[in-house]
């Protein structure tokens, strides 16, 4: 059974920084994509970044890029998503996804079977 679990979040104020950690079972750590999301009340699931489990590479959304750092650690099965300067724009709540096997549609929710239950993050201004 694949298990993900998301710690980390919590409030911060603009300009501030929080980690947040996705733990995982189940799955094989050296396949395929994990991914964060975030999501607002009404709105759509938005894609973050993305690491490849085997080469490491890593994708982002414009929105975060240069302000984000999504990492792993195999020996964990963990990947860390580091966030510096956050805007009160950033608040949501960010899932970890992860059995995504395409670059090509690493930033669509549908390509990820295996999802934690999410962890909020509040950025105040």
């Known amino acids: 059974q694949v298990q993900l679990v998301e710690s980390g979040g919590g409030s911060v104020q603009a300009g501030g920084s929080l980690r947040l950690s996705c733990a995982v079972s189940g799955y094989t750590f050296r396949r395929g994509f994990l991914a964060w999301f975030r999501q607002n009340p009404g709105a759509e699931r938005e894609a973050v970044a993305a690491?490849?489990?085997?080469?490491?590479?890593?994708y982002y959304s414009d929105s975060v890029k240069d302000r984000f750092t999504i990492s792993r650690d195999n020996a964990k099965n963990t990947v860390y998503l580091q966030m510096n300067s956050l805007k009160p724009e950033d608040t949501a709540m960010y899932y970890c996804a992860t059995g995504g096997r395409y670059l090509s549609s690493w930033t669509l929710s549908s390509s990820y079977p295996y999802w934690g239950q999410g962890t909020q993050v509040a950025v105040s201004s």
């Open positions: 690491i490849g489990l085997a080469s490491g590479s890593t």
